[in-house]
């Protein structure tokens, strides 16, 4: 596992340092938040050689971020935290559910049974004019 792990945390950094140089944003931000999240989540296993090589990886696409005149180590520090306040503001909510749902029963209340029960229904009269029109 933990070679799997380290050849996780080279490709990150392989695929992070192409994002500085496409000047890809997005990918940048989230490869450094995930090599982040292995160098704490392996030092938490006491895993010290992979969260020291995760840590080592992040550092240096936020480097060559910073001297590329890309995103600077504030932006990519803070994205995170903000994600994760995002998130926690989020999780005190219960039942969330998208604008266009129709119903008066929250997501979680919704069961696989049903859905299939629906598909069916909406299925059948399809069905039925395919088979009239052969």
Known sequence: M????????????????GAVEKRMEVVTLWTTMSLEEI?????????DELSSAAKAARE??????EDNGFIPR?????????ISQTLSEFSDMQNLQP???GGS?????FTEEEFFEEEA???EPETGTSGKGK
């Open 99 to 101: 604008a266009g749902y």
């Open 60 to 65: 240096s696409i936020i480097k060559l971020s």
């Open 2 to 17: 933990p070679e799997t792990a380290e050849k996780a945390v080279n490709t990150l950094e392989v695929i992070g340092r």
């Open 74 to 82: 504030e932006q990519i520090v803070k994205y995170p935290q903000l």
């Open 105 to 109: 029963r929250p997501n979680e209340e």
């Open 39 to 47: 160098g704490y989540l392996a030092g938490k296993k006491q895993l």
């Open 121 to 123: 229904e909406e299925e």
